[in-house]
T-cell receptor, first 110, second 112 residues
Framework: GQQLNQSPQSMFIQEGEDVSMNCTSSSIFNTWLWYKQDPGEGPVLLIALYKAGELTSNGRLTAQFGTTRKDSFLNISASIPSDVGIYFCAGLNTGNQFYFGTGTSLTVIP | DTGVSQNPRHKITKRGQNVTFRCDPISEHNRLYWYRQTLGQGPEFLTYFQNEAQLEKSRLLSDRFSAERPKGSFSTLEIQRTEQGDSAMYLC??????????FGPGTRLTVT
């Protein structure tokens, strides 16, 4: 099935640094979601975006719905060790089908 | 706990056997989704229910796979004549709108 292009594939950062990742698609999406997944567990919803240009925060996390409706961005400020995990974007297209990104693996070095 | 629950969490089966997984969604959610996730990949959509009606099925869902949601509450996913390629994490999610989907912990299937 289709998967969204997510980058970077992996990141190794020092504790306290900021993190940026993005997700792109060749088609338009009506909704963007960002999830975090720990090994052996299901994805946990972090942020949901519903309008082009929308900027939404959840604590140290900020996500944006791209103005072209074909991309989305997630930023994590002042990273901490518990931010470690795999971050997935997900998009709902005009056909009401959900697609997930390929994931960004984040490692935070204390 | 009012989150999505899935049972069993782990299942090991021999090739050719049938397996059935259960998902209990968040109680007020009328939409229920099944996904499959393999190592290093994001979840891939399998099928979707609105109440008891199965409204969409992915081409990934071969004829060995069947899903039901008989009373619009819990759902089951059955895989018949399992193959080694069926080994994956099977995730269930529920939502009350087209937006936010909430996932269960998943069922990890290993076919030997």
């Amino acid at each position: 099935g289709q998967q969204l292009n997510q980058s970077p594939q992996s990141m190794f950062i020092q504790e306290g640094e900021d993190v940026s990742m993005n997700c792109t698609s060749s088609s338009i999406f009506n909704t963007w979601l960002w999830y975090k997944q720990d090994p052996g567990e299901g994805p946990v919803l972090l942020i949901a975006l519903y309008k082009a240009g929308e900027l939404t925060s959840n604590g140290r996390l900020t996500a944006q719905f791209g103005t072209t409706r074909k991309d989305s961005f997630l930023n994590i400020s002042a990273s901490i060790p518990s931010d470690v995990g795999i971050y997935f974007c997900a998009g709902l297209n005009t056909g009401n089908q959900f697609y997930f990104g390929t994931g960004t693996s984040l490692t935070v070095i204390p | 706990d009012t989150g999505v629950s899935q049972n069993p969490r782990h299942k090991i089966t021999k090739r050719g056997q049938n397996v059935t997984f259960r998902c209990d969604p968040i109680s007020e959610h009328n939409r229920l989704y099944w996904y499959r996730q393999t190592l290093g990949q994001g979840p891939e959509f399998l099928t979707y229910f609105q109440n008891e009606a199965q409204l969409e099925k992915s081409r990934l869902l071969s004829d060995r796979f069947s899903a039901e949601r008989p009373k619009g509450s819990f759902s089951t996913l059955e895989i018949q004549r399992t193959e080694q390629g069926d080994s994956a994490m099977y995730l269930c999610a529920s939502s009350s709108t087209w937006g936010e989907q909430y996932f269960g912990p998943g069922t990890r299937l290993t076919v030997t």
